[in-house]
Structures are given as structure tokens and as C-alpha cells.
């Protein structure tokens, strides 16, 4: 299981390098409704209101600080993810299934903010906190968790850190081009 809520949450706000971009830019976290849809879009279906805002914030802020204490090795604090999940119900349903009988839990969120909280605690349960890294690349900040098998993978995404890495790493372990002066080489490497 991917931890996908907790990497979109713990990921909020920090800063992001957009291509050709001369600095990294962070945006707010969850400002207004418009923005808060936008930023979950991957997480949340439907819209959400003014008053959902200030209980997503704080269900943000656990995330983020769950996921440095991950980073970390210390132990994440549960109490308060608890709290916020306690507006999420569960009933068990049974369904006939191919072979025989099933037992289905199914969930009811009383709002988007319990729903979410529910998730992150199912994700947090399941997690191997090895998978959970930080970008590699100097100056990305993002963290990701690797799904690969053989847990090499180093940075949050292909493009653009990988690629941008990769850049970096040749420029700095190969001799100018011909007719660049070595200083040009190094002085281009900022210009990411």
C-alpha cells in the first residue's frame, strides 16, 4: 500500500521548483475552499467548505509532522490523528462472493477531515518506514515512498530531480566541453 495521502499532505506547502523557475516557490497550505479542492484533488472528491478548512489544517500539520517523524526514527504521535477520525463509523456488511459468503467493512465519514484522518491512520499502520525518503537532490524537499523492490530509488520524481541530478553529476565529473573554460562548467551548474 502507498501511502498516498500521507506524501500529498506531508508534501503541502513545501517548496517547488517548476521548470526554467529562477527560485523555489512554496504555496499556502489550504487557504480557501477553491485552493483546498485544487490541492486534494487526488485525495478528496467533491468540494469542500469554509467549514472544513481549519480541521484539514490540522489533519495537514499531522501528517507533516508524522512524516518527519518517520524521516526521523521517532515515534509519531497518535492521539491527536485519533481525535480527528473519530468522525469517521464503520459497520461490517456481508456479501455473497463467488465460492461462498464475504464480510465487507464499510466506512461512513461524517466529514471530509474524519475521512481523510481515517486514511492516514490506515496508511501510517501499513507503512515501512524504510520506504519513506526525501528527495535526494540538493534543494527538493519532497519526501516519497519507494515502491521499488530493490528500495534504491532516490529521488521524488524522474522528472525533474533524476533527470536534473543526472545533469548535475555529469557536468560535475567530466571535463569542460571543448573550448569551455572549467569555470564556465561549474558556474552553469546553479542555473537548474
Do not use: K
Amino acid at each position: 500500500m502507498t501511502p498516498e495521502a500521507l506524501i500529498v499532505l506531508a508534501n503541502l506547502g513545501r517548496p517547488r521548483r517548476p521548470s526554467g523557475a529562477p527560485a523555489p516557490h512554496s504555496e499556502p497550505v489550504l487557504p480557501d475552499p477553491a485552493a483546498a479542492r485544487d490541492q486534494l484533488a487526488e485525495l478528496v472528491p467533491g468540494p469542500i467548505g469554509e467549514a472544513d478548512l481549519r480541521a484539514l489544517r490540522h489533519v495537514q500539520q499531522f501528517a507533516l509532522a508524522a512524516a518527519e517523524a518517520v524521516l526521523d526514527g521517532r515515534p509519531v504521535g497518535c492521539a491527536e490523528i485519533t481525535a480527528l477520525a473519530r468522525g469517521s463509523t464503520a459497520h461490517l456488511e456481508l456479501t455473497t462472493a463467488a465460492g461462498g459468503l464475504r464480510r465487507d467493512l464499510v466506512w461512513s465519514d461524517r466529514s471530509i477531515p474524519a475521512g481523510l484522518a481515517r486514511r492516514l491512520i490506515e496508511e501510517l499502520a501499513a507503512l515501512e518506514p524504510g520506504r519513506l525518503r526525501r528527495c535526494a537532490r540538493s534543494g527538493c524537499d519532497l519526501v516519497f515512498y519507494d515502491t521499488t523492490r530493490s528500495r534504491t530509488r532516490r529521488w521524488h520524481a524522474e522528472d525533474p530531480c533524476g533527470w536534473r541530478e543526472r545533469q548535475r553529476h555529469r557536468r560535475t565529473h567530466s571535463g569542460p566541453l571543448p573550448g569551455q573554460p572549467a569555470d564556465q562548467l561549474l558556474a552553469g551548474e546553479g542555473a537548474e
